[in-house]
């Protein structure tokens, strides 16, 4: 069993093939409105603004769910998300795009029930059934004050967040980071020497980590594609277990050896001293 590993995918470019976000804009036909807004507020509240263009267009909530449903997956992502979940590892999600996306799809190919986690922006149906996408941190508190991510999501302080709630007793826990994304590069300098982060190759994560890989505590193992994800996660994982069994040996064995008892040696010693 893997239960002391948690494998943390991002979503976008990790568990589907492109940027949701830009999916449902493109496939809904708002590609051009998308552009022209682009330049003028952050990601986050444009999708929100998105939103309530498509509905003011007539698009429906049923519309949205039926383009999510068709989003390019890479074949291989399902089955390897399934057998990680039926090792016992712990998969969580940290994402940039929002709950309802995310929720929709992986219900809709059946891997809800893998992950214990969906960490992403709050995504709801409003009572005029329009759909709206708030903030990860709430905006009217503090901001996070790391530069290397948006206002609206630190994704280095979810990592956080996460190790410190181990318990003491799960604190030998080994992280798997999956991501492609620049907001994928703080949560990778968050991980300890134990760990692992496997960026997509040629992608944004990839290329800053690559402009100095010292800075990166965790182990790097980097993937191109869903049958090469499948392939390099599936072999950490058997190395981890691996290694924690061969552990678990030599701490049994070191038990068999009968315990070394300080009356017999004291003569000894007592002898030397002489
Ligand atoms: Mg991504
Ligand atoms: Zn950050």
């Known amino acids: ?38 330049p003028t507020m952050p990601w986050n509240n444009l ?10 267009h007539g698009k429906t909530i049923e519309d949205i769910v039926e383009v999510l449903k ?7 992502i399902i089955p390897s998300i399934k057998a990680a979940y039926a090792l016992g590892c712990d998969l969580r999600v940290v994402s940039d795009a929002n709950t309802f996306f995310i929720e929709t799809i992986l219900k809709h190919f059946g891997i809800r029930e893998c992950f214990s986690e969906i960490n992403t922006n709050p995504g709801y149906v409003d009572e ?27 994704k280095g302080l979810i990592i956080n967040r996460i190790q ?22 703080c949560p ?13 190759k040629n992608f944004p994560v990839w290329d800053l980590i690559c402009k100095d890989p010292s800075l990166v505590k965790a182990k790097i193992y980097e993937w191109s594609d869903g049958e090469d994800q499948e392939r390099v996660l599936h072999q950490l994982i058997k ?36």
Not at 189 to 196: A, C, V
């Open 164 to 185: 410190d709630s181990l318990s003491p007793c799960e604190e030998n826990k080994r992280f798997i980071y999956l991501g492609d994304g620049s907001g994928d590069y």
């Open 70 to 76: 068709r989003i390019p997956i890479n074949p291989r």
């Open 188 to 200: 990778s300098l968050r991980l300890k020497e134990k760990d692992f982060v496997m960026p997509r």
């Open 128 to 154: 005029e059934g329009r759909l709206r996408i708030l903030p990860y941190h709430d905006l009217n508190k503090p901001p996070h004050k790391c530069n290397l991510c948006p206002p609206n999501m630190c």
């Open 239 to 274: 190395n981890i277990s691996m290694e924690e069994n061969v552990q678990l040996i030599s701490t049994e064995f070191k038990k068999q050896i009968p315990p070394f008892k300080a009356h017999e040696a004291l003569p000894k010693a007592l002898s030397i001293k002489i």
């Open 47 to 56: 999708m929100d603004k998105m939103m309530m263009e498509l509905h003011s």
């Open 1 to 38: 069993m893997a239960s002391n590993i948690v494998v943390v995918f991002d979503f976008d470019k990790t568990i589907v093939e492109c940027d949701s976000d830009n999916w449902v804009v493109d496939e809904l036909g708002f590609t051009d409105l998308f552009n022209e807004l682009f």
